[in-house]
């Protein structure tokens, strides 16, 4: 990758290093700024579709997971056929599904060899040390912190504050370290410099503590898919880490253990009753509209009609708090299908590229994108917070990732 194409070399090699450029601002916004995101998003789009129009792009038909993301995006556009609020939903659907695809195809078609994947790697952590250091930021001096809104104190006594840094809500926070925890661990994994594992290892260190400082249950759990993946794919010593939790649940009592041990005993905890009520009313929508759901994005004006004491409380409940639930309730039977397919098919070409034994910055780049589909498969269980719009482009962007890079290793 050269920066003189800029101004140097061919129109075509020129315009796409003005796209990868837009790519690389992408990268470093998805979880600092909506706007800033969607400006990079924007111009990469236009660009894109200029050199495919003027240059003929077509590495689309290689991509190995294309079918079941186009699939899953024609799916979601019928769904809204149900959908009691069209319009708002066709909107929805454009902010939502189609920067989805659009960023997982420029990805895949515009980033080209192992240094430019890297480059784009490196933009996505910086972004992610932001949140980090912002977060921290935020949490010790208590910045901005809406405590009434985050912590049931009742349930609770010890927990005072939640982190959320940038990203509005803590366990949207928690999902977006999740995924830059797997990156970190790979990295660390894959590195042979001892310098960089510090710091890759530093990393993981660091996007840990503020995952712990979300408070957030079900990505602690999902913590524990990271290491099972992790012992499973790379070495089985790292099973041990399972041991810190019986000595830190035997030696400190504090908010953190108190707020782990409700996973199991805590009847009072209002967030735990709310999502049993959940599922059981998504259950019935499944069953009423289950080819093609009620709509995308339509969860929140459809669930009212499944629960009174929401309906007379006129409280807006945006998603199911689960994956499965949510996706299958939205979009149906087909949409869920098409969906699970891109979503546990990513994580299966990333098993297979491991079982070839490599050691190349390729090969950490599937170990980081499976270990990510592993624990949102797990977080996914008691929350979606794939719906946050950069939560599921952050996810579909190291999708866009591994599957550019498994199209170069099938070529060589």
């Given at each position: 990758m050269n920066p003189k194409t800029f101004i140097a070399g061919s129109p075509s090699e020129a315009l796409r290093m003005r796209i990868v450029y837009a790519l690389f601002g992408t990268a470093f916004f998805l979880p600092l700024n909506i706007f800033a995101l969607e400006a990079c998003f924007i111009a990469a789009v236009f660009m894109s579709a200029y050199y495919t129009w003027k240059y003929d792009v077509h590495i689309w038909r290689y991509m190995p997971l294309f079918w079941p993301a186009a699939a899953f995006s024609v799916t979601a556009f019928l769904s809204l056929a149900g959908s009691p609020k069209s319009l708002y939903g066709i909107a929805f659907y454009f902010f939502t599904v189609v920067q989805y695809f659009l960023l997982y195809n420029m990805v895949v078609s515009f980033i080209r060899g192992e240094k430019?994947?890297?480059?784009?790697?490196?933009?996505?952590?910086?972004?992610?040390?932001?949140?980090?250091?912002?977060?921290?930021?935020?949490?010790?001096?208590?910045?901005?912190?809406?405590?009434?809104?985050?912590?049931?104190?009742?349930?609770?006594?010890?927990?005072?504050?939640?982190?959320?840094?940038?990203?509005?809500?803590?366990?949207?926070?928690?999902?977006?370290?999740?995924?830059?925890?797997?990156?970190?661990?790979?990295?660390?994994?894959?590195?042979?410099?001892?310098?960089?594992?510090?710091?890759?290892?530093?990393?993981?260190?660091?996007?840990?503590?503020?995952?712990?400082?979300?408070?957030?249950?079900?990505?602690?759990?999902?913590?524990?898919?990271?290491?099972?993946?992790?012992?499973?794919v790379w070495d089985k010593r790292i099973w041990l880490l399972f041991l810190i939790v019986p000595l830190v649940l035997a030696f400190y009592h504090g908010g953190v253990v108190n707020r782990l041990l409700s996973i199991f005993s805590n009847s009072e905890d209002t967030s735990v009753i709310m999502r049993l009520d959940m599922w059981e009313s998504t259950f019935y929508m499944i069953c009423d509209h289950p080819i093609l759901g009620v709509g995308w994005g339509a969860y929140k004006y459809v669930y009212p009609l499944y629960n009174e004491l929401i309906q007379e409380a006129g409280i807006t409940i945006y998603h199911a708090h689960n994956m499965y639930f949510n996706i299958m309730a939205e979009t149906g039977v087909v949409g869920f299908f098409f969906y699970m397919w891109f979503f546990f098919g990513t994580a299966w070409y990333g098993l297979r590229v491991l079982k070839e034994n490599c050691n190349t910055f390729d090969c950490c780049i599937a170990m980081g994108t499976a270990s990510v589909i592993a624990a949102l498969a797990v977080s996914g269980i008691s929350d979606y917070d794939l719906f946050s719009t950069q939560i599921s482009l952050t996810l579909w962007f190291l999708c866009g990732l591994f599957s550019n890079t498994y199209i170069e290793m099938q070529k060589k």
């Open positions: 430019e994947r890297r480059i784009l790697l490196y933009c996505f952590l910086a972004g992610a040390v932001c949140v980090a250091v912002y977060g921290l930021y935020q949490y010790t001096t208590m910045l901005g912190l809406h405590n009434a809104e985050w912590v049931d104190t009742d349930a609770f006594p010890l927990l005072q504050r939640r982190m959320y840094s940038t990203l509005y809500n803590p366990n949207l926070l928690s999902a977006y370290l999740l995924m830059v925890m797997g990156i970190a661990a790979s990295l660390t994994v894959w590195t042979r410099h001892n310098v960089h594992r510090i710091i890759y290892g530093a990393l993981f260190v660091l996007f840990t503590l503020c995952l712990i400082l979300t408070y957030s249950r079900g990505g602690w759990v999902s913590v524990f898919a990271l290491v099972f993946f992790f012992g499973l």
